[in-house]
């Protein structure tokens, strides 16, 4: 069974920056694609970054160079650095293993004044 399990959400301003972590068990992490979701409020759940096996990423069309995501296959994680946060970037984030299914509980970030 793997286990994804994120961190790293919290309260921030608007312009303000945040790092999700994500963390991953499983002996074949550095083949499988990552990727972070979000969900708000009243919203169905959206793609905000993935990333390949090789690096390859993709983002969604609301991050607009504001986002980075990164993975260590050593340490089994997979990171989300946010900067320029918007009030609509508030949502829960969830990490996602593509290619297994498994999801993270989420971790919520709030961007308020």
């Known amino acids: 069974q793997v286990q994804v399990v994120e961190s790293g959400g919290g309260l921030v301003q608007p312009g303000g920056s945040l790092r999700l972590s994500c963390a991953a068990s499983g002996s074949f992490f550095r083949i499988y694609a990552m990727g972070w979701y979000r969900q708000a409020p009243g919203k169905q759940r959206e793609l905000v970054a993935t990333?390949?096996?090789?690096?390859?990423?993709n983002y969604g069309d609301f991050v607009k160079g504001r986002f980075t995501i990164s993975r260590d296959n050593a340490k089994k994680m997979v990171y989300l650095q946010m900067s320029s946060l918007k009030p609509e970037d508030t949502a829960v984030y969830y990490c996602?293993?593509?290619?297994?299914?498994?999801w993270g509980q989420g971790t919520q970030v709030t961007v308020s004044s």
């Open positions: 990333i390949s096996s090789g690096g390859s990423t």
């Open positions: 996602k293993q593509i290619d297994s299914g498994y």
